[in-house]
């Protein structure tokens, strides 16, 4: 199963909701430019952080400049509140993707839509984004319902929906979206405490919709952008390897969801492996955890970038 990713020369990440945020960092380089939200010589503004994930991915082959949103945010205004601030015109956005059907990457699609404005513009993300009744088994006696993915409000926001399980080339074969990861390395076994409702029944959650989007850039390898990595960063990294028939890494970033007392053990074993896959750079966002920040920072210092809420990564040949 080999698609054929042609290269690009660079590969621009803008975040445009991530779970932290410092304007004061003062810390950009040529890789990493932070958000200055800044009119008329004057900071106007904040950039909003929040428990969710979105991004503007821009690749650029040769003269052409492709793009695409990847994922929404929580709130309804959260994402577009921050490409609002940051001036950012979006009706360039050709296709967008959608890593998988949990509220914390939805939940800003009907404004960023609007922002793209255009009717009709492909949604592409797995069928099973669409599974109802979802919620985290806290206890027995207790859950936590999630919201669903609502085929009406999508309908609402002009969106048309492409659902894939398999892997699919989007923007004429520059960008890859990987599709369902299986599940392989010993560690990497899904979220226990995740659930659904089915006929009455209770079901564990494999929240096999949770995907990421792989490019190529020339001379430097894989870029993989990962949403939560619910079948584990490291399924996806070589699932990404597989698919596209390329070993060499540049950057692994994403949601790793390595936080809390279900994920803290596999930090170790995650770290590691992600050590011996050996990527330039590394950027864990989002629900990748503190601690498993700390630990990355510490344990590749290399390699680790800090992701934020405005940030813009630049990965070039």
């Known amino acids: 199963?080999?698609?054929?990713?042609?290269?690009?020369?660079?590969?621009?990440?803008?975040?445009?909701?991530?779970?932290?945020?410092?304007?004061?960092?003062f810390d950009s380089t040529e890789i990493v430019q932070r958000p200055?939200?800044?009119?008329?010589?004057?900071?106007?503004?904040?950039?909003?952080?929040?428990?969710?994930?979105?991004?503007l991915v821009t690749i650029t082959p040769g003269d052409s400049v492709r793009n695409i949103l990847f994922d929404f945010g929580l709130s309804a205004h959260g994402a577009a509140f921050n490409a609002d601030a940051l001036g950012l015109d979006l009706t360039a956005v050709e296709a967008m993707v959608l890593s998988h059907g949990h509220m914390d990457h939805f939940g800003g699609l009907e404004q960023l839509a609007e922002r793209v404005g255009k009717k009709g513009i492909e949604l592409v993300l797995h069928p099973t984004a669409f599974r109802k009744l979802r919620y985290l088994k806290?206890?027995?006696?207790?859950?936590?319902?999630?919201?669903s993915l609502s085929r009406d409000k999508i309908d609402k926001a002009g969106v048309s929906v492409v659902e894939h399980k398999e892997p699919r080339m989007l923007l004429d074969d520059y960008l890859l979206f990987l599709g369902e990861i299986p599940k392989k390395t010993e560690f990497e076994r899904g979220f226990p405490r995740m659930h659904y409702d089915e006929d009455g029944k209770e079901k564990w959650d494999p929240i096999e919709d949770d995907t990421g989007i792989v490019a190529h850039v020339k001379g430097k390898g894989l870029v993989i952008l990962s949403g939560c990595a619910h079948s584990g960063i490291v399924n996806t990294v070589k699932y990404a390897q597989e698919v596209s028939g390329i070993d060499q890494l540049y950057v692994v970033m994403g949601g790793f969801h390595l936080t809390g007392a279900d994920f803290e053990?596999?930090?170790?074993?995650?770290?590691?492996?992600?050590?011996?896959?050996?990527?330039?750079?590394?950027?864990?966002?989002?629900?990748?955890?503190?601690?498993?920040?700390?630990?990355?920072?510490?344990?590749?210092?290399?390699?680790?970038?800090?992701?934020?809420?405005?940030?813009?990564?630049?990965?070039?040949?």
């Not at 806290?138 to 919201?147: A, D, R, T, Y």
């Open 36 to 55: 200055m939200p800044v009119k008329d010589g004057e900071i106007k503004n904040s950039i909003l952080a929040e428990h969710g994930f979105s991004a």
């Open 1 to 25: 199963m080999t698609e054929k990713l042609k290269k690009v020369d660079k590969v621009e990440i803008l975040t445009l909701q991530d779970n932290y945020i410092d304007v004061a960092a």
């Open 265 to 317: 053990p596999i930090i170790e074993p995650t770290t590691e492996a992600l050590k011996a896959l050996n990527p330039q750079y590394i950027v864990p966002t989002h629900c990748t955890g503190r601690k498993a920040i700390v630990h990355f920072e510490r344990e590749m210092p290399d390699k680790f970038l800090l992701n934020m809420s405005g940030t813009k990564m630049t990965f070039a040949a």
């Open 138 to 147: 806290v206890s027995e006696e207790s859950k936590i319902n999630l919201p």
